[in-house]
């Protein structure tokens, strides 16, 4: 009876330690995706991070420039050298900057 009873014993030793082992691995799994889920976003929030500092560059760019266009002398200097527009009495003189 004694050995029956070291089989059940050994049997259900056997279970318990399998059952932790396979609870084991799938935890270590799961924490395995999520860090590496962890350092997509990481490296994804330092991409949009660097995209964003670009944007409030361009738009401080972009608020300077919209300030020239309200100047009228600046405008008028900025048609002409952008559009080759002319007043009156204005000779405009095209160069060729390109060499050879």
């Keep these: 009876m004694s050995n029956k009873k070291s ?7 056997f279970l318990i330690t399998l059952s932790l082992i396979l609870l084991l691995v799938f935890l270590v799994g799961s924490v395995y995706n ?3 889920q962890i ?8 991409e949009l991070n660097q995209k964003y500092e670009d944007l409030l560059a361009e738009e401080v760019k972009l608020n300077a420039e919209i300030t020239k266009l309200g100047d009228d002398e600046y405008l008028a200097r900025y048609a ?7 007043s009156d009495g204005d000779t405009i003189i095209k160069m060729n900057t390109k060499q050879k």
């Excluded at 350092?39 to 330092?46: M, P």
């Design 7 to 13: 089989k059940k014993e050994k049997k259900r030793l």
């Design 34 to 36: 999520d860090w590496k």
């Design 39 to 46: 350092l997509k976003n990481r490296k994804l929030e330092n």
């Design 80 to 86: 002409k050298e952008k559009y080759m527009l002319s």
